[in-house]
């Protein structure tokens, strides 16, 4: 079971790009890498998912290096309302959650 | 379609009652996830079915949690009997198919047992 490490928290401000970046050291070849993002008295919701190289869609991007021990998140022009938990996951066969990034934006 | 639900969305109760939540997940979604989450311990996966069949409870804390799922659109997690420590927030969530990573999850339900 590949083990996810991010960091437990970060701030910036509205209108800034933000990366969060997630280590995965043990991916299996078959492992895809998978985003959630969580918002107060709210379950996650899925945000992005990739298996090499870049993937965009309209809230975010992740971008996969060739060798997939780690992938970053990217949150373009952040606003207040993007404060939230973000979770890096290594999906298998069931989807284990760890403590995610708190992301915290500033006016 | 209306998401997964779950029922209640609060829940109070004593030390040593049994407390049941319930679960009804996304029509043609064949896996369903129960989770708990809390400060301390974050999101934890307790049980998944595929098909309503207990696929993995290793996450189960201990017997005095169960759950089932007797048909494709229903799930119950019980606690009995319940003690402060399990106050959490429990979700559930629904899946469609092994490949499919993207998991739908319920507004959760907040128990608090005094």
């Known amino acids: 079971l590949a083990k996810t490490t991010q960091p437990i928290s970060m701030d910036s401000y509205e209108g800034q790009e933000v990366n969060i970046t997630c280590s995965h050291n043990n991916i299996a070849t078959n492992d895809y890498i998978t985003w959630y993002q969580q918002f107060p008295s709210q379950g996650p919701r899925f945000i992005i998912q990739g298996y090499k190289t870049k993937v965009t869609n309209e809230v975010a991007s992740l971008f996969i290096p060739a060798d997939r021990k780690s992938s970053t998140l990217s949150l373009p022009r952040v606003s207040l309302s993007d404060t939230a938990v973000y979770y890096c996951l290594v999906a298998d066969d069931k989807i284990i959650f760890g403590k995610g990034t708190r992301l915290h934006i500033l006016p | 379609d209306a998401g997964v639900i779950q029922s209640p969305r609060h829940e109070v109760t004593e030390m040593g009652q049994e407390v049941t939540l319930r679960c009804k997940p996304i029509?043609?979604?064949?896996?369903l996830f129960w989770y708990r989450q809390t400060m301390m311990r974050g999101l934890e996966l307790l049980i998944y079915f595929n098909n309503n069949v207990p696929i993995d409870d290793s996450g189960m804390p201990e017997d005095r949690f169960s759950a089932k799922m007797p048909n494709a659109s229903f799930s119950t997690l019980k606690i009995q009997p319940s003690e402060p420590r399990d106050s959490a927030v429990y979700f559930c969530?629904?899946?469609?198919?092994?490949?499919?990573?993207?998991?739908?999850f319920g507004p959760g339900t907040r128990l608090t047992v005094t």
């Open positions: 029509s043609g979604h064949d896996y």
């Open positions: 969530a629904s899946r469609a198919g092994w490949a499919a990573y993207e998991q739908y």
